[in-house]
């Protein structure tokens, strides 16, 4: 599975952006996908998760304001961000894995390139 991430941009605090997660290749369809981010200087945190089944779940960090979904007719997973704060700022990164609801890194399989999030306060 080969994914791409997009929609990254800069954005003023209290704005709103969307992410996009492309996948090809093996069926998306079959694999729970994820978002996480990266903010300078820091490790890798995870921020949500959909099951294939369309469960979802989040990190307190970001609960109420993020909503994650997925189009799997269209292979794509979304990251729908509001009340942006800046401490939101960071790289964000779509993953892909087989073992379901994960919020650690390394249980998944699969990995986009990053899209950068600037929250300007």
């Known amino acids: 599975v080969q994914l791409q991430a997009s929609g990254g941009g800069l954005v003023q605090a209290g704005g709103s952006l969307r992410l996009s997660c492309a996948a090809s290749g093996r069926t998306s369809s079959s694999y729970a996908m994820g978002w996480f981010r990266q903010a300078p200087g820091k490790e890798r945190e995870f921020a949500a998760v959909i099951s294939r089944s369309g469960s979802t779940y989040y990190a307190d960090s970001v609960k109420g304001r993020f909503t994650i979904s997925r189009d799997n007719a269209e292979s794509r997973a979304y990251l729908q961000m509001n009340t942006l704060k800046p401490e939101d700022t960071a790289i964000y990164y779509c993953?892909?894995?087989?073992?379901?609801?994960?919020?650690?890194?390394?249980?998944?399989?699969?990995w986009g390139q990053g899209t950068l999030v600037t929250v300007s306060s």
């Open positions: 993953a892909a894995t087989t073992r379901g609801i994960a919020t650690i890194g390394t249980r998944y399989d699969y």
